[in-house]
Every structure is written in structure tokens, then in C-alpha cells.
């Protein structure tokens, strides 16, 4: 089965940066795209970043000009650049996989605060 893994969450104070990594391992399908989601408390999950096997980006407005998704496909890994951190951002971050089936990371928390 393709797993995934996340890393590179923590804590950061506003106007920080982070990077967040998901590297898939297993049975990777030649066009999955791949998605940021996150998680607050209280909160649904909602779509951060996405992108597809032709490279399409898309963001959610809220992270639109401060986030930056990519994907290094030599490592099977897609990262989310965040930078311009605000106390909003604090949710757990997933990392979702689609080709096929869906499979899903087991999160990494992002705190943003002071």
C-alpha cells in the first residue's frame, strides 16, 4: 500500500516559516496528485494546497501568496513551503495521496504563536 509520512511541523512564532515534507513510499501511481489539508480543533478539515501530476498548484485563499506547494518526484516527496505564518495556520497538517486510492498521512502539528 503507498504510505505517507509527514515531518517538518512545529512551533513557530507569527510571521515565521516552516516546511512541511510528505514522502510516499510503496506503489506510487504514474498521475496522483497530491494535497496539503489541515485540521483545527473545533474545525473540518479543509484543502490548504493541492498539486496534480501536470504540475496544476492550487491554494486556498486564506494561504494564497503565502504558501507554496512542490514536489520533488525523484524522491516521491511534495513539500509545503509556509512562510508569513499567522496565528490561523496552528491545525494539524495532512498529507493526502490520490491515484486510485486515497490514502492519507498521519498528520504534523503546526503551532503558530508567540
Known amino acids: 500500500q503507498v504510505q505517507l509520512v509527514e515531518s517538518g511541523g512545529g512551533l513557530v512564532q507569527p510571521g515565521g516559516s516552516l516546511r512541511l515534507s510528505c514522502k510516499a513510499s510503496g506503489r506510487i501511481a504514474s498521475i496522483a496528485s497530491m494535497g496539503w489539508y489541515r485540521q483545527a480543533p473545533g474545525d473540518q478539515r479543509e484543502l490548504v494546497a493541492s498539486?496534480?501530476?501536470?504540475?496544476?498548484?492550487l491554494y486556498a485563499s486564506s494561504v494564497e501568496g503565502r504558501f507554496t506547494i512542490s514536489r520533488d518526484n525523484a524522491k516521491n516527496t511534495v513539500y509545503l513551503q509556509m512562510d508569513s505564518l499567522k496565528p490561523e495556520d496552528t491545525a494539524v497538517y495532512y498529507c493526502r495521496y490520490s491515484g486510485g486510492v486515497e490514502r492519507w498521512g498521519q498528520g504534523t502539528r503546526v503551532a503558530v504563536s508567540s
Open positions: 498539486i496534480s501530476s501536470n504540475n496544476i498548484h
